[in-house]
C-alpha cells in the first residue's frame, strides 16, 4: 500500500499512540497446539492446478504465530511498524502481532465487538464495530473518528468487513451477524435490510451500494480496482462471491457469479495479490456431509474463478491479508489462532 510521504510522521505518531496503548503481553485464554512440517514442499501447500506451482515457495512451511483467540477474524498489515492488528471478536479486543519480537499484546481493550480492519491512504486504522454498530478511524494521537453508525436515520445492522479505495472511497459490508446474539455484540433486531455501503472520499456521505445479497461478507478489489468481488455467506444452496464492476462515480454494475463454494464449503474473508488471484478463507459450513479437516484453510481462485491451490489448517480461516517486509507473508485468522505463509507473490497495493 503506497502512502503519501507527508503522512510519514503522522504514522509514527500513530504508531507510538499504539505502543503506549498495548500491554507487554497477552494472556491466552487456551491454547492449541500445532506441529508444523519438518520436510520441504509442506504437504498443507496443495497445487489442485499446475497453474498454483509457482506461488507455491518450495522451502516455505506454514506457520502458528499465535493461538488462545476465541474467533479472530479482519487481519490489517502496518508495515511501517512491522506489526498486525487482528479483531478477537468475543474476547472484545484487537491483538497486535509484533513481527520483529514474535510477540503478541493487546492492541485495544475494549473493542466494540470490532470485526473487520482495514487502513485508509493515510494509513490510519478503520474498523467495523459489532457493539457500536459503527465504522471508525483511528487518528494519529489515539483519538476515534465515527465515519458511519446509521443509513436512513436507522442504525446499522453490524459491519463486519471493510476495504478502502486507492482514491479514499470506504466500503464496507453490514450483515446482521453481530446482533444475532450476545456473543460478538449485543442481540437486537435488524433495522436495515443486509447492504453494502460506500463513504465518498470528499464529503463523508454514506450511499447505499448494494442491498439484494443474503448476508454480504468479505470484499475486495481487483488490482486494477476495476472489478469489486463480494461473498454472499447466506445465497442458498451455496455461498458464493459476485464480481461487480466498478463505475469512476462507484456506481456497481453487471453482477456476475465469479466462485461457488459447491456444497459444504464456507467463505468468508477474500483479499486479491497482484496477479489477480483471490486469497479466500475457507472452511466447513457445519452441514452434517462436510469434513472440516478437508475443508478449513485457504482457497486460492484464478481471475476467472478457478480453484488452483488450497492451504490446509487445522481450524476454519475466517480473514487474511498479504503483509511483511516484502507483501509476499500471507498472514491467516483462523479461529483460534494466527498463522502465516510465505508465497511467490504478494497482495494488490
Same mark, same amino acid.
Given at each position: 500500500?503506497?502512502?503519501?510521504?507527508?503522512?510519514?510522521?503522522?504514522?509514527?505518531?500513530?504508531?507510538?499512540?499504539?505502543?503506549?496503548?498495548?500491554?507487554?503481553?497477552?494472556?491466552?485464554?487456551?491454547?492449541?497446539?500445532?506441529?508444523?512440517?519438518?520436510?520441504?514442499?509442506?504437504?498443507?501447500?496443495?497445487?489442485?492446478?499446475?497453474?498454483?506451482?509457482?506461488?507455491?515457495?518450495?522451502?516455505?512451511?506454514?506457520?502458528?504465530?499465535?493461538?488462545?483467540?476465541?474467533?479472530?477474524?479482519?487481519?490489517?498489515?502496518?508495515?511501517?511498524?512491522?506489526?498486525?492488528?487482528?479483531?478477537?471478536?468475543?474476547?472484545?479486543?484487537?491483538?497486535?502481532?509484533?513481527?520483529?519480537?514474535?510477540?503478541?499484546?493487546?492492541?485495544?481493550?475494549?473493542?466494540?465487538?470490532?470485526?473487520?480492519?482495514?487502513?485508509?491512504?493515510?494509513?490510519?486504522?478503520?474498523?467495523?464495530?459489532?457493539?457500536?454498530?459503527?465504522?471508525?478511524?483511528?487518528?494519529?494521537?489515539?483519538?476515534?473518528?465515527?465515519?458511519?453508525?446509521?443509513? *436512513? /436515520?436507522?442504525?446499522? @445492522?453490524?459491519?463486519?468487513?471493510?476495504?478502502? #479505495?486507492?482514491? &479514499? $472511497? !470506504?466500503?464496507?459490508?453490514?450483515?446482521?451477524?453481530?446482533?444475532?446474539?450476545?456473543?460478538?455484540?449485543?442481540?437486537?433486531?435488524?433495522?436495515?435490510?443486509?447492504?453494502?455501503?460506500?463513504?465518498?472520499?470528499?464529503?463523508?456521505?454514506?450511499?447505499?451500494?448494494?442491498?439484494?445479497?443474503?448476508?454480504?461478507?468479505?470484499?475486495?478489489?481487483?488490482?486494477?480496482?476495476?472489478?469489486?468481488?463480494?461473498?454472499?455467506?447466506?445465497?442458498?444452496?451455496?455461498?458464493?462471491?459476485?464480481?461487480?464492476?466498478?463505475?469512476? *462515480? /462507484?456506481?456497481?454494475? @453487471?453482477?456476475?457469479?465469479?466462485?461457488?463454494? #459447491?456444497?459444504? &464449503? $464456507? !467463505?468468508?474473508?477474500?483479499?486479491?495479490?497482484?496477479?489477480?488471484?483471490?486469497?479466500?478463507?475457507?472452511?466447513?459450513?457445519?452441514?452434517?456431509?462436510?469434513?472440516?479437516?478437508?475443508?478449513?484453510?485457504?482457497?486460492?481462485?484464478?481471475?476467472?474463478?478457478?480453484?488452483?491451490?488450497?492451504?490446509?489448517?487445522?481450524?476454519?480461516?475466517?480473514?487474511?491479508?498479504?503483509?511483511?517486509?516484502?507483501?509476499?507473508?500471507?498472514?491467516?485468522?483462523?479461529?483460534?489462532?494466527?498463522?502465516?505463509?510465505?508465497?511467490?507473490?504478494? /497482495?494488490?497495493?
Amino acid at each position: 500500500m503506497e502512502i503519501d510521504p507527508q503522512v510519514q510522521a503522522g504514522r509514527r505518531r500513530l504508531l507510538g499512540a499504539a505502543l503506549a496503548l498495548a500491554p507487554a503481553s497477552l494472556v491466552h485464554a487456551q491454547s492449541f497446539s500445532f506441529t508444523p512440517q519438518q520436510r520441504y514442499p509442506d504437504p498443507s501447500v496443495r497445487i489442485l492446478d499446475p497453474e498454483f506451482a509457482k506461488y507455491r515457495i518450495y522451502s516455505s512451511s506454514v506457520e502458528q504465530l499465535a493461538t488462545g483467540f476465541r474467533w479472530l477474524e479482519g487481519p490489517v498489515w502496518f508495515g511501517d511498524g512491522r506489526y498486525l492488528l487482528a479483531s478477537d471478536i468475543p474476547n472484545n479486543r484487537i491483538i497486535r502481532w509484533d513481527e520483529t519480537t514474535g510477540q503478541t499484546s493487546v492492541f485495544r481493550h475494549p473493542s466494540n465487538f470490532s470485526n473487520g480492519l482495514a487502513r485508509d491512504r493515510q494509513g490510519r486504522l478503520l474498523a467495523c464495530e459489532h457493539l457500536t454498530r459503527r465504522v471508525t478511524r483511528t487518528e494519529y494521537d489515539g483519538s476515534i473518528t465515527v465515519l458511519a453508525d446509521r443509513f *436512513d /436515520g436507522k442504525p446499522f @445492522n453490524s459491519p463486519n468487513d471493510i476495504v478502502c #479505495q486507492r482514491n &479514499g $472511497a !470506504i466500503w464496507f459490508t453490514d450483515p446482521p451477524f453481530g446482533i444475532g446474539g450476545h456473543w460478538e455484540g449485543d442481540k437486537a433486531t435488524p433495522e436495515l435490510p443486509h447492504s453494502v455501503y460506500r463513504i465518498d472520499p470528499a464529503n463523508g456521505r454514506v450511499t447505499l451500494a448494494l442491498a439484494d445479497l443474503a448476508g454480504p461478507n468479505g470484499l475486495c478489489f481487483s488490482p486494477d480496482e476495476k472489478v469489486l468481488y463480494i461473498v454472499e455467506s447466506r445465497h442458498q444452496p451455496n455461498r458464493v462471491i459476485w464480481a461487480f464492476d466498478v463505475g469512476a *462515480d /462507484g456506481a456497481l454494475s @453487471n453482477k456476475r457469479l465469479h466462485v461457488d463454494a #459447491q456444497g459444504p &464449503g $464456507a !467463505i468468508d474473508g477474500i483479499k486479491c495479490d497482484e496477479a489477480g488471484n483471490l486469497w479466500c478463507g475457507w472452511g466447513s459450513n457445519g452441514s452434517p456431509d462436510a469434513k472440516a479437516e478437508d475443508l478449513d484453510g485457504v482457497m486460492v481462485f484464478n481471475p476467472a474463478g478457478k480453484a488452483i491451490g488450497h492451504i490446509r489448517l487445522p481450524e476454519r480461516c475466517a480473514n487474511l491479508c498479504f503483509g511483511g517486509a516484502k507483501r509476499n507473508r500471507l498472514f491467516m485468522a483462523s479461529s483460534h489462532s494466527l498463522y502465516a505463509l510465505y508465497v511467490e507473490t504478494r /497482495g494488490a497495493a
